[in-house]
C-alpha cells in the first residue's frame, strides 16, 4: 500500500491553499477553452503555458491539467446544447445529447454527460494511482532499445488503430518527425535542413504547431461550416440532478465497460476520440435499449463520455511513467515538464515524489472541483456559446498569435502557427490524422536519440531490438500494429468475408 | 436548379486535393533526403551520422505519399466529391486573409495595435456591427492582454511606435 501513503502525501501538497485557488481557476479557463471553437484542451494548455513560467512546478501542473479536466467537461456543453462538439472526443455525445435537448432534458443529458466524464476519470486515476508506481519501477531499467521499442510501439499503434489511411497516419507522422530533426541536431551538432535560414535554426517548437494546427485550423473549418448558434437553453437545478444521479447505476456494467475502452485507448495512443466512439458503438450493441439510441438515450450520452474522460486521463500514465504522452494534451504537459527542468519518465517517481503525487492528487480533487463547477456554471457558458462567431473569432486569433509569441517570444513564430493552420486546415479536409503528427513533433528528438544510442551500443545491428524477451515482444508487436491494416485484410480475405469494400 | 448551382460551386474534387498534396508530401520527403544525405546519412566510424534518422524518416514519408497517390489514382471508387464548395471558400478567406495581413502588421505595429485594428475590421466587415459595439471590444480585449501579460505576468509581447512612444 505504498501507493495510498504517496497519495496522502500528495494531498498534503494540494493543503497549499493557493493551489486549491488555481485548480479551480484553471476548471473555469478549462471549461471556457472547451466550450469555444478554436480552443482546445491541447492549444489551449499551449497559450497558457507560457503565463505559468513564474509558479512553481506543483501549481503549474496542477493549473494547466485542471484546464484539460475542464475542456473535457466543456466539450459536454456544446455537444448537448447547440449540437456542436467543442472538442473531437465529444462527437458521439451529440448522437443521444442533442435530441435529449431538443426534447427538454437537457438538464438530465448534461447532468448523465458530467457524471459520466467524473465516473471515468475516477477510475482512470485510480488505475494511475496503482499502476503508475509499478510501472515506473519497472521502466528504471529499460535501455536506450526499450525506450526507442515504446516509442516504436506509440507510432505503430496510430497506423493499426487509427480510422484514417495507414498511408496517411505514417505521412503525418513523417513529417512531425522530419519538422522535430530541424535545427541543430543534439548528438553531433551539426545544422539540419535549416537551408541556411537563421529562424529556422531554433527549429519547430511544437507548442506553436499545436495553436496553428487546433487553433487556427479549427477556426477556419468552423468559417467554412458558417456557423450559426443556435441553441437549447439548460436549466440544471439540484432535483434534475439527483433524478439523473439516481438513473445512472443501473448502467453499472455499461459504464465499466467504456472506462475500460476508455484506459486503453488512452494509455496506447489511440485517443479519447476513437474510445468514445468505440464506447458508443459498444452501448448500442449491448444495451437493452439500443434501437432508441440516437433519438434521446441517456445511456447514449454517459457512455461516449465516461470513455472519453477515462482516455483524457489514462493518457497521463504513460507520459508519467515512460516520458511518452498518449495524446496531444498530454504532449504538450509533458512540454511544460521539459520547461519547468523536470524530466519525464520513471526516474519522476523517485526524485520529484511530491510533483507526482500532488499532480495526481489533484486530478481526484480537480474533477470532483470539475463536476461542482460545471453543475453550476451551465448556464452561463451556455451564454458565452451565443456570442456572434464575428466578435469570438477574431478574439480568439488573437490569444492563438499572443500564445504562439510567448513561446520563444519570437515573432517568426506567429507566422509559423499560420502556416500550420493552414495545414491543419487541409489535413482534417483530407483525413490526415494531427495527434500523430503532434506526438512525432514531440518526441521526434528523444526518440531519435534513443534509436541513436541504441545503435551505438549494437555497432549498428538491427538485432539489438530483439535481443531480450522484454525489448522483443515491444518491438514485434509494434510491427504486428504497424501491419495490422494488412494483416486485418488478408485475414478477411482468408475467412472469405464478402465485404471487400467495407474496410474503407 | 440543383445541378446548376452544383456545377457553378464546383472547385476541386478531393481526389484531386488527395493527389496534390500527397505529390507535395513527396516533395518534402525528397527535399528531407537530400538534406540528409548531403550532412551524411550513412554509418561513420562513430555511428550514425546526422542526417540517417532524417533520412529514413524522408524515405518512409516518400513511399506512404506514393501509396495515397496510387490508392487515388487508381481508386475504382475514387472520391469525386467537391473539396469545397466555392462559397465555404469565400469564407475561409474571409477569415484567413485578414489574419495574414493581421501577422505581418505585428511586426511593425506591435501586437496590441494590430489586434485592436484586426478585431475592429473583422467586426466591422463580416458582423457589421455598429462602432459603439465594436470599439469596447477592440480596445478592451489588448487592454486586458496589457495588464494580464505586461503587468501581471511580466511577460513582454512584441510592441511597436505607439507604445515606445507611450513610454514602454
Known amino acids: 500500500m505504498e501507493a495510498l501513503s504517496s497519495l496522502i502525501g500528495g494531498f498534503g501538497v494540494l493543503g497549499d491553499p493557493m493551489n486549491i485557488v488555481y485548480m479551480f481557476v484553471g476548471i473555469a479557463l478549462g471549461v471556457l477553452i472547451g466550450v469555444l471553437p478554436g480552443l482546445g484542451g491541447a492549444n489551449g494548455v499551449a497559450i497558457l503555458l507560457p503565463l505559468t513560467f513564474s509558479m512553481s512546478p506543483v501549481s503549474a501542473i496542477i493549473m494547466l491539467s485542471s484546464i484539460y479536466w475542464g475542456a473535457l467537461f466543456g466539450g459536454a456543453i456544446t455537444s448537448v446544447l447547440f449540437n456542436i462538439p467543442g472538442e473531437p472526443w465529444s462527437v458521439a455525445t451529440t448522437f443521444d445529447g442533442h435530441p435529449m435537448a431538443q426534447k427538454g432534458r437537457a438538464g438530465e443529458a448534461l447532468t448523465g454527460a458530467f457524471t459520466g466524464s467524473f465516473i471515468g476519470a475516477f477510475i482512470a486515476v485510480l488505475l494511475i494511482t496503482f499502476l503508475a508506481p509499478v510501472i515506473a519501477k519497472f521502466a528504471l531499467q529499460f535501455g536506450p532499445a526499450e525506450f526507442f521499442a515504446v516509442y516504436l510501439l506509440t507510432f505503430c499503434s496510430f497506423v493499426g488503430m487509427g480510422r484514417e489511411s495507414p498511408f496517411k497516419v505514417l505521412a503525418a507522422m513523417t513529417l512531425g518527425f522530419a519538422l522535430a530533426a530541424v535545427g541543430i541536431d543534439t548528438v553531433t551538432g551539426q545544422l539540419r535542413m535549416t537551408f541556411g535560414n537563421m529562424e529556422l535554426l531554433r527549429g519547430f517548437d511544437f507548442l506553436v504547431a499545436v495553436i496553428g494546427l487546433f487553433g487556427v485550423g479549427e477556426i477556419l473549418l468552423t468559417m467554412e461550416e458558417g456557423l450559426a448558434f443556435k441553441g437549447k437553453s439548460a436549466k440544471i437545478n439540484a432535483r434534475v440532478v439527483f433524478q439523473t444521479w439516481a438513473q445512472l447505476p443501473k448502467y453499472w456494467v455499461g459504464m465499466l465497460r467504456s472506462a475500460a475502452v476508455g484506459c486503453w485507448m488512452g494509455i496506447t495512443p489511440g485517443g479519447a476520440t476513437p474510445a468514445s466512439f468505440m464506447s458508443y458503438g459498444l452501448a448500442k450493441r449491448f444495451s437493452k435499449n439500443g434501437k432508441n439510441f440516437g433519438k434521446g438515450e441517456l445511456e447514449g450520452v454517459v457512455m461516449p463520455e465516461v470513455a472519453a474522460h477515462a482516455a483524457g486521463t489514462s493518457a497521463l500514465l504513460p507520459m508519467l511513467t515512460l516520458g511518452i504522452p498518449g495524446s496531444p494534451t498530454a504532449a504538450v504537459l509533458l512540454g511544460g515538464l521539459l520547461i519547468w527542468g523536470l524530466q519525464p519518465g520513471p526516474l519522476l517517481f523517485v526524485e520529484q515524489k511530491d510533483f507526482v503525487w500532488g499532480l495526481i492528487a489533484s486530478i481526484y480533487l480537480g474533477n470532483i472541483a470539475g463536476l461542482l463547477v460545471v453543475l453550476t456554471t451551465v448556464p452561463l457558458f451556455a451564454a458565452i456559446l451565443r456570442i456572434p462567431f464575428s466578435v469570438i473569432a477574431p478574439i480568439i486569433l488573437v490569444i492563438c498569435a499572443v500564445g504562439a509569441y510567448t513561446v520563444h517570444n519570437a515573432g517568426f513564430d506567429i507566422a509559423v502557427m499560420l502556416i500550420f493552420g493552414v495545414i491543419g486546415y487541409l489535413f482534417k479536409k483530407l483525413d490526415y490524422p494531427l495527434a500523430p503528427l503532434v506526438l512525432a513533433l514531440v518526441l521526434g528528438d528523444m526518440a531519435e536519440s534513443s534509436f541513436r544510442q541504441a545503435m551505438l551500443v549494437s555497432q549498428g545491428n538491427m538485432g539489438i531490438f530483439w535481443s531480450n524477451p522484454l525489448v522483443g515482444s515491444i518491438c514485434t508487436l509494434a510491427l504486428v500494429m504497424l501491419f495490422w491494416p494488412l494483416i486485418s485484410k488478408v485475414k478477411e480475405r482468408l475467412m472469405g468475408g464478402p465485404r471487400p469494400a467495407a474496410a474503407e | ?168
Open chain 2, 1 to 168: 436548379m440543383a445541378t446548376e448551382s452544383d456545377s457553378s460551386e464546383h472547385t476541386v474534387s478531393t481526389r484531386t486535393m488527395d493527389i496534390i498534396v500527397a505529390l507535395v508530401f513527396m516533395g518534402v520527403a525528397a527535399l528531407v533526403m537530400a538534406d540528409s544525405w548531403r550532412i551524411g546519412a550513412r554509418w561513420a566510424s562513430d555511428g550514425p551520422e546526422a542526417g540517417y534518422f532524417p533520412f529514413y524518416v524522408g524515405l518512409i514519408m516518400f513511399l506512404s505519399s506514393v501509396g495515397t497517390l496510387a490508392t487515388n489514382i487508381f481508386s475504382k471508387t475514387p472520391d469525386r466529391s467537391n473539396f469545397v464548395d466555392r462559397e465555404q471558400l469565400g469564407s475561409v478567406l474571409k477569415v484567413l486573409v485578414p489574419t495574414i495581413v493581421y501577422v505581418v502588421l505585428i511586426n511593425f505595429l506591435g501586437l496590441y495595435l494590430s489586434s485592436m485594428i484586426f478585431i475592429a475590421f473583422f467586426m466591422w466587415w463580416l458582423g457589421k456591427y455598429p462602432v459603439k459595439t465594436i470599439l469596447p471590444v477592440a480596445i478592451g480585449v489588448p487592454l486586458v492582454l496589457f495588464v494580464m501579460f505586461e503587468i501581471w505576468f511580466l511577460v513582454p509581447l512584441p510592441k511597436g511606435p505607439i507604445e515606445t512612444a507611450l513610454g514602454y
